[in-house]
């Protein structure tokens, strides 16, 4: 089973409008880690948010905010307030369990934010 | 700049030569992960570095990649006799504390083999 399953290949926004990316995982192990990157076309990963599989409140950075929902296994990205600049690929990820190595991603979502 | 840097930006190569792409971490961070990303797809872990430890090799895909680290800083990802599906990105990412921390990417090597 994939770790990571984000569902939306791509997506479309009004500038200034909210956008929900979503993002599932699948882990056993009580411990883990969530991160959304932003790829845009010059290639590089900018981090943009964590959530701990620990933490009791949903993680916000910014126009960033992790909807966190342990029960359903989902982490789902919103951006309020879009902007042109959001044009990018959106990547999930997920470390599991304490002292893990890696992160595994999903294959992203491309947004489009549209003027 | 203080991010990760990541030399050269693109490499064209043909079939059967041997490449070497560089990552230049954060300075401080201790650990450091190379990852792999296959066009359209998301990133494949590859291998990672803490400190003096034993490098965690087994994202590795053939015994063609290996990868290095000297003196805590600096790495050397090496493909011996690059094969057409070894065309991708290769993204260095560095961290405070393995495991516990963010990781920062750099900007890729965009390899190319003909």
């Known amino acids: 089973a994939q770790k990571i399953t984000q569902t939306q290949p791509g997506m479309f926004v009004q500038e200034k409008e909210a956008v929900t990316l979503d993002c599932t995982y699948d882990?056993?192990?009580?411990?883990?880690?969530l991160f959304w990157y932003k790829q845009p076309s010059s290639g590089e990963m900018i981090f943009l948010i964590y959530?701990?599989?620990?933490?009791?409140q949903n993680a916000t950075e910014g126009r960033y905010s992790l909807n966190f929902q342990k029960a359903r296994k989902s982490a789902n990205l919103v951006i309020s307030a879009s902007q042109l600049g959001d044009s990018a690929m959106y990547f999930c990820?997920?470390?599991?369990?304490?002292?893990?190595?890696?992160?595994?991603f999903g294959t992203g979502t491309r947004l489009t934010v549209i003027p | 700049g203080a991010g990760v840097s990541q030399s050269p930006s693109n490499k064209v190569t043909e079939k059967g030569k041997d490449v070497e792409l560089r990552c230049d971490p954060i300075s401080g961070h201790t650990a450091l992960y190379w990852y792999r990303q296959s066009l359209g797809q998301g990133l494949e872990f590859l291998i990672y570095?803490?400190?003096?430890?034993?490098?965690?090799k087994s994202g590795l895909p053939s015994d063609r990649f290996s990868a290095e680290r000297t003196g805590g800083s600096v790495s050397t990802l090496t493909i011996q006799r690059t094969q057409q599906e070894d065309s991708a990105v290769y993204l260095c990412a560095s961290s405070s504390l393995a495991g516990q921390d963010t990781q920062y990417f750099g900007p890729g090597t965009r390899l190319t083999v003909l």
């Open positions: 959530q701990g599989s620990y933490d009791q």
């Open positions: 882990t056993s192990d009580p411990s883990y880690g």
């Open positions: 570095f803490q400190g003096n430890s034993a490098p965690d």
């Open positions: 990820a997920m470390r599991e369990g304490r002292g893990a190595n890696n992160l595994f």
